[in-house]
């Protein structure tokens, strides 16, 4: 029965070879490439475990910093529910549809977003979410092809700054893979990117910044939330990603979005809003590298979107959607070379489109 390789039989092998000392950094660059998805995923779970164990275990035990007594206690408990609330409302939807404009006509578009929960709890200040997005294209050709995808697995973590729900100023970290699922090369013979079968592989860290205002009653809620982050990609560190994107892909970026929500219940009939409106707009900034285009070519470096969503008191989690924009580069795997201006129309959903009232003011 042959005996399967471990590690340490590798690293046995290459330390008694004749070449063994020029062989270690290749093994510890291609150890390190290999294992920077499976470093991300862990680093995010310990500092799960680390949070829920903690705010967990503070809560419960009456043991808190300071001395809290117990109606301290329950008044952040209230805080920590109301910003679970309000990080629901910041995640992203998802979107089913079709998108008018792109450099290859398609049938149909969709981002999937299903944003998996894992901790929601009053007492802890945390909130803690996993994302298996992801991107699909439909191409309008001889036998509606989908295009290699994009796979975006990641998770976030976020944290609030302050204790005042009507004002709220919070954080979120978050780590994401992206690739298309591709074992080709990523250049053709021709030294282009290959869109047939070539790889695409990166993976990147966000840091954001989140304030805002909400105001809700019985009858009509307001919400407003803005956030400005950084974007980093493993690449920078020549870690898990494709080499041919060096210089070309952007490997630090600038991201931001205002989003606006009204929601209403003119006769206060019901347990939940009756007519729900949301004005987004989102932005993104590639701010190192990219071929030879100066720092303000915004045309190969901005991207940017305006959307539009309506949504009914009877649909459940779902809105109507239209939106337009631009972009400078195609946030499509491969085909990022592409700039275009777009239309989008289709239908959103997601757990950010709550219209149950108790989760806009705590009742």
Not at 235 to 246: A, D, E
Request: some cysteine.
């Amino acid at each position: 029965m042959a005996k399967s390789v471990r590690d340490y039989d590798i690293a046995y092998l290459i330390l008694t070879s004749k070449s063994g000392l020029n062989a270690i950094p290749i093994f510890f660059m291609k150890a390190a490439l290999i294992g920077s998805i499976k470093f991300g995923l862990r680093f995010f779970l310990a500092l799960f475990c680390c949070f829920y164990f903690a705010g967990d275990g503070w809560a419960s035990s009456g043991i808190t910093p300071g001395g809290r007594d117990s109606t301290k206690i329950a008044a952040n408990r209230n805080i920590n529910t109301a910003f679970n609330d309000i990080y629901r409302q910041n995640l992203l939807p998802a979107f089913y549809g079709n998108e008018y404009g792109n450099a290859v006509r398609n049938l149909l578009t969709a981002d999937i977003v299903p944003n998996i929960v894992l901790l929601n709890s009053s007492k802890s200040r945390f909130f803690f979410v996993a994302t298996a997005r992801v991107q699909l294209r439909l191409l309008s050709e001889y036998h509606s092809p989908v295009v290699s995808p994009s796979y975006m697995p990641g998770a976030t973590i976020y944290t609030r700054l302050n204790n005042d729900d009507t004002r709220p100023r919070f954080l979120s970290l978050g780590y994401s893979h992206h690739s298309n699922g591709q074992e080709g090369q990523t250049l053709d013979s021709d030294g282009d990117f290959n869109r047939t079968d070539g790889k695409f592989t990166t993976n990147f860290y966000t840091l954001n910044y989140y304030f805002g205002t909400r105001h809700a009653t019985d009858t009509i809620a307001r919400s407003r939330y803005s956030f400005i982050g950084l974007e980093v990609h493993s690449g920078l560190f020549k870690l898990g990603y494709s080499k041919q994107l060096t210089g070309k892909y952007g490997f630090i970026r600038t991201n931001g979005s205002w989003m606006y929500d009204i929601m209403k219940d003119s006769r206060n009939q019901a347990d939940h809003y009756l007519e729900h409106q949301r004005l987004r707009f989102d932005f993104t900034y590639i701010l190192d590298k990219v071929y030879d285009y100066s720092i303000d070519n915004w045309h190969k470096r901005l991207n940017f979107s305006v959307k539009y969503y309506y949504q009914f008191g009877f649909m459940e989690n779902v809105a109507f959607m239209i939106g337009a924009g631009y972009r400078g580069q195609d946030p499509y795997n491969i085909f990022f070379q592409d700039s275009y201006s777009f239309i989008d129309i289709g239908v959103a959903s997601g757990v950010s489109f709550d219209l149950r009232k108790k989760h806009h003011y705590g009742e």
